[in-house]
T-cell receptor
Framework: SQQGEEDPQALSIQEGENATMNCSYKTSINNLQWYRQNSGRGLVHLILIRSNEREKHSGRLRVTLDTSKKSSSLLITASRAADTASYFCATDTDKLIFGTGTRLQVFP | GAVVSQHPSRVICKSGTSVKIECRSLDFQATTMFWYRQFPKQSLMLMATSNEGSKATYEQGVEKDKFLINHASLTLSTLTVTSAHPEDSSFYIC???????????FGSGTRLTVV
């Protein structure tokens, strides 16, 4: 089952620019998490935001959560070529359900 | 930190044969394990949830007789793809958790190719 819809599906930017990815979901959640996946590799956990939190920061990452709109966003500031990867939101309802993902390409 | 080992990382098998994938929690007891499948350029789709000592709960559309899941101990879950077909070729990833608030730890995935 797929819980989250992400947009855009793909995003291409230059190094130094900011990248914003959005995630919408359908049901109540315990928390929402963001993951990164390099091509053909495993998942890297980026950040978790609880349902009673509205914003969270970690390094160059900023995540927001709006439970009334059932949406979240991930902002990567000052992007680098090494940020090129697929990014997934995942909603936690006692199991993790992943969104459709955004493929980010950062050009040097 | 919590570590989950998934083995093998890559496997090639012939059509009609069965393949077993193992998922082990190395430094914690995983009361619940999850199995996901990911086709190229797509997201992770949850296949099933398994609790130690209980039958797995399969997501809608996942054939339980084709994808056999065993979670016989608190540190090991296995996924067996039976009578594999080329369309079963995919990336399979497991994750494990101790409790709801413990967080999820993912294995590094298994790339299955059925020829």
């Amino acid at each position: 089952s797929q819980q989250g819809e992400e947009d855009p599906q793909a995003l291409s930017i230059q190094e130094g620019e900011n990248a914003t990815m959005n995630c919408s979901y359908k049901t109540s959640i315990n928390n929402l998490q963001w993951y990164r996946q390099n091509s053909g590799r495993g998942l890297v956990h980026l950040i978790l935001i609880r349902s009673n939190e509205r914003e969270k920061h970690s390094g160059r990452l900023r995540v927001t959560l709006d439970t009334s709109k059932k949406s979240s966003s991930l902002l990567i500031t000052a992007s680098r070529a090494a940020d090129t990867a697929s990014y997934f939101c995942a909603t936690d309802t006692d199991k993790l359900i992943f969104g459709t993902g955004t493929r980010l390409q950062v050009f040097p | 930190g919590a570590v989950v080992s998934q083995h093998p990382s890559r496997v090639i098998c012939k059509s009609g044969t069965s393949v077993k994938i193992e998922c082990r929690s190395l430094d914690f007891q995983a009361t619940t394990m999850f199995w996901y499948r990911q086709f190229p350029k797509q997201s992770l789709m949850l296949m099933a949830t398994s609790n130690e000592g209980s039958k797995a709960t399969y997501e809608q559309g996942v054939e339980k007789d084709k994808f056999l899941i065993n979670h016989a101990s608190l540190t090991l879950s296995t996924l067996t793809v039976t009578s594999a077909h080329p369309e079963d070729s995919s990336f399979y990833i497991c994750s494990a958790t101790l409790t709801v608030n413990y967080g999820y730890t993912f294995g590094s995935g298994t790339r299955l190719t059925v020829v």
